[in-house]
């Protein structure tokens, strides 16, 4: 039963991982710097969140 919240709780942070890098690909191709900075941020708290929650 844990390892199926792990599982969950991982496939939720990719889900928005992808999403935030598609964020930022849609910043770039409109040549918004402040946006794409904000979602790059805000992906590298995601990518983070493993390491600091573990």
């Known amino acids: ?3 199926l919240k ?9 889900a928005a991982l ?3 890098i ?6 770039l191709d409109e040549g918004n710097l402040e946006r794409f900075t904000l979602w790059t941020s805000v992906a590298s708290l995601i990518a983070g969140l493993p ?3 573990w």
């Open 1 to 3: 039963m844990i390892a």
């Open 6 to 14: 792990y599982f969950a709780f991982f496939v939720l942070l990719l």
């Open 18 to 20: 992808l999403s935030a």
């Open 22 to 27: 598609r964020q930022m690909s849609l910043a």
């Open 51 to 53: 390491i600091i929650l």
